[in-house]
Nanobody, 122 residues
Framework: QLQASGGGLVRAGGSLRLSCAASGRIESISIIGWFRQALGTKRKFVSGITWSGDITNYADSLKGRFTVSRDNAKNTVYLQMNSLKPEDTAVYYC?????????????????WGQGTLVTVSS
């Protein structure tokens, strides 16, 4: 089970940190991905990290503003989002999977959290 949290309303230029807490069959998780879906658009890859933390990946347009990290002791993955823009407004989802080399591919994630809404005002 995945529980995403940390969304909210923030002004442009501000920051938010999203959390994704995993529970249940933790041992089956190899990757955690963050995806987002703006109104009327498809769900898109944001960032991903292996459970061991040795591999991270970011959507090209988000590099330098977003940082993914994990705390295995808490079974939690974080997405630090800085310099937020109105176009970052979306529902953010975390997902868990087992295919380490396919972090960007949402089809390889069988487990999804419920999503957390991020709204960035101009």
């Amino acid at each position: 089970q995945l529980q995403a949290s940390g969304g909210g309303l923030v002004r442009a230029g501000g920051s938010l940190r999203l959390s994704c807490a995993a529970s249940g069959r933790i041992e089956s998780i190899s990757i955690i991905g963050w995806f987002r879906q703006a109104l009327g658009t498809k769900r898109k890859f944001v960032s991903g990290i292996t459970w061991s933390g040795d591999i991270t990946n970011y959507a090209d347009s988000l590099k330098g503003r977003f940082t993914v990290s994990r705390d295995n002791a808490k079974n939690t993955v974080y997405l630090q989002m800085n310099s937020l823009k109105p176009e970052d407004t979306a529902v953010y989802y975390c997902a868990a999977g087992s295919q380490r080399l396919l972090l960007r591919d949402k089809s390889v994630y069988p487990y999804w959290g419920q999503g957390t809404l991020v709204t960035v005002s101009s």
